[in-house]
């Protein structure tokens, strides 16, 4: 079995291909259950934001398991499957190491150093494994990759400065007003995105945060885990309008899997408010407020395309620890593989090593009372040639064990030869 990752990023399609596969938080254990085929797919991961869906799997074959990410991802979203069949990119064992260390790092994000994928990239792992749909391969290698990510954050400046969506959302919002000082902000939503979205309103200067949620006990918890410096109150939907009537910024990142703004409802309610500006930054995927709000008088929409331009400026201390990172992600991709060579060959050759020795010894036992004959020195000689004719026998097959452990040709012969031998391990 071999790593293979097929994915859909913000650097290979446009946001409008990300939203037709956006997958719910619901929906990711049954898309990694989903994934799985016996004979040919045996672990999935499923790693998506707002920014990427990407599937890795403990799989037998490339070109099969194409057809199993195509088509599970298709009947789950009910995207097309011709576009998924020219969008998909397909990362082949080691480079699928590289990507999702790379992705952990922060390297691969539309911010540079981004905070909030290495969350994701444990929240995907704790799903699969909650799911039953995480191997000990797949288990090996996200616990590297997230190991990788706290190191760069913590050993190089990557993730120094707006190296965050939300906070990327407050300050672009920020930037459109002049200042969040003395100013509400609205935060729909009250989930990871939702919860630094408020923090960072806190820290911009924001005089009121109201965060508005579904559950009202997911909104009244995340309220109370923000400074008592300034006022902030929770509220269900049903008071979302008036909260608005009154806000000077909504940022959205709810996890509907359709709009929850109409430009039609919008426009009535930036009537009703005079002619006050109101910004709104919808970071969720899908996006949660309809695209054609733009066209609406008074009402500034922000999305995902533009807070990609907005974080493209001001990089130039994050872009100088890019070879640092790098460095680390080199070096984290050779542990790994070393470790995963020694995990695929040596529990094999131990399991084969002990079965060998449990029928040598059930042998001497059946034919030691025949050798009772023997001295003790020609027993004893005996016994060792047992022993080396099976050193001897054994050193071959542990030999190219060994050598071709970590590859898919070492885990095709590891496979074998428990099948042939029975073995567990």
């Known amino acids: 079995m071999v790593t293979i990752a097929f994915g859909l990023n913000h650097r290979n399609v446009p946001l409008d291909v990300l939203e037709a596969v956006s997958v719910s938080p619901e929906g990711r254990e049954k898309l990694a259950l989903d994934l799985l085929e016996p004979g040919l797919v045996r672990g999935a991961v499923v790693l998506a934001t707002c920014h990427r869906l990407e599937l890795y799997l403990d799989a037998e074959r490339f070109h099969d398991s194409f057809r199993v990410v195509r088509?599970?991802?298709?009947?789950?979203?009910?995207?097309?499957p011709y576009l998924l069949s020219d969008r998909l990119v397909p990362y082949f064992d080691g480079e699928a190491t590289q990507h999702l260390f790379t992705v952990a790092a922060g390297l691969d994000s539309a911010v540079l150093g981004e905070h909030e994928i290495l969350g994701q990239v444990r929240t995907a792992w704790e799903l699969a494994r909650s799911a039953g749909t995480a191997t000990p391969t797949l288990n090996l290698l996200f616990r590297r990759g997230i190991e990788l990510g706290k190191r760069v954050r913590t050993e190089t400046a990557l993730g120094r400065g707006t190296a965050s969506i939300s906070h990327a959302a407050v300050e672009l919002a920020a930037e459109v007003l002049g200042s969040l000082a003395g100013r509400r902000?609205?935060?729909?939503?009250?989930?990871?995105?939702?919860?630094?979205?408020?923090?960072?309103?806190?820290?911009?200067?924001?005089?009121?945060?109201?965060?508005?949620?579904?559950?009202?006990?997911?909104?009244?918890?995340?309220?109370?885990?923000?400074?008592?410096?300034?006022?902030?109150?929770?509220?269900?939907?049903?008071?979302l309008d008036d909260a608005l009537l009154e806000a000077d910024v909504l940022v959205t990142s709810t996890g509907s899997s359709r709009p929850v703004l109409a430009a039609e409802h919008l426009a009535r309610l930036?009537?009703?408010?005079?002619?006050?500006?109101?910004?709104?930054?919808?970071?969720?995927?899908?996006?949660?407020?309809?695209?054609?709000?733009?066209?609406?008088?008074?009402?500034?929409?922000?999305?995902?395309?533009?807070?990609?331009?907005?974080?493209?400026?001001?990089?130039?201390?994050?872009?100088?620890?890019?070879g640092e990172a790098q460095a680390l992600v080199h070096t984290a991709i050779e542990r790994y593989e070393a470790e995963l060579a020694g995990r695929t060959a040596d529990p094999v050759v131990a399991a084969l090593r002990q079965r060998a020795e449990?029928?040598?010894?059930?042998?001497?036992?059946?034919?030691?009372?025949?050798?009772?004959?023997?001295?003790?020195?020609?027993?004893?000689?005996?016994?060792?040639?047992?022993?080396?004719?099976?050193?001897?026998?054994?050193?071959?097959?542990?030999?190219?064990?060994?050598?071709?452990?970590?590859?898919?040709?070492?885990?095709?012969?590891?496979?074998?030869?428990?099948?042939?031998?029975?073995?567990?391990?």
């Open 270 to 322: 930036c009537a009703r408010r005079r002619g006050a500006p109101l910004v709104v930054v919808d970071v969720a995927m899908p996006r949660d407020v309809d695209p054609a709000a733009r066209a609406v008088d008074g009402l500034r929409l922000i999305d995902l395309e533009d807070l990609r331009a907005h974080t493209d400026r001001g990089l130039h201390e994050r872009r100088q620890a890019v």
């Open 71 to 80: 088509d599970a991802v298709a009947a789950r979203t009910g995207a097309d």
């Open 185 to 239: 902000l609205v935060v729909l939503g009250a989930g990871e995105m939702g919860s630094g979205v408020a923090v960072a309103g806190v820290a911009a200067g924001a005089a009121e945060v109201v965060v508005a949620n579904r559950s009202a006990a997911r909104a009244e918890a995340l309220c109370a885990g923000l400074p008592a410096s300034v006022p902030n109150r929770a509220i269900t939907l049903d008071g």
């Open 358 to 425: 449990q029928v040598r010894q059930a042998e001497w036992e059946r034919v030691g009372s025949r050798l009772d004959q023997l001295s003790d020195r020609d027993r004893a000689a005996v016994e060792a040639m047992t022993r080396s004719l099976l050193a001897k026998l054994l050193h071959e097959p542990t030999v190219r064990l060994k050598a071709s452990a970590g590859s898919a040709q070492g885990s095709r012969l590891a496979e074998a030869a428990a099948e042939l031998f029975g073995l567990e391990y």
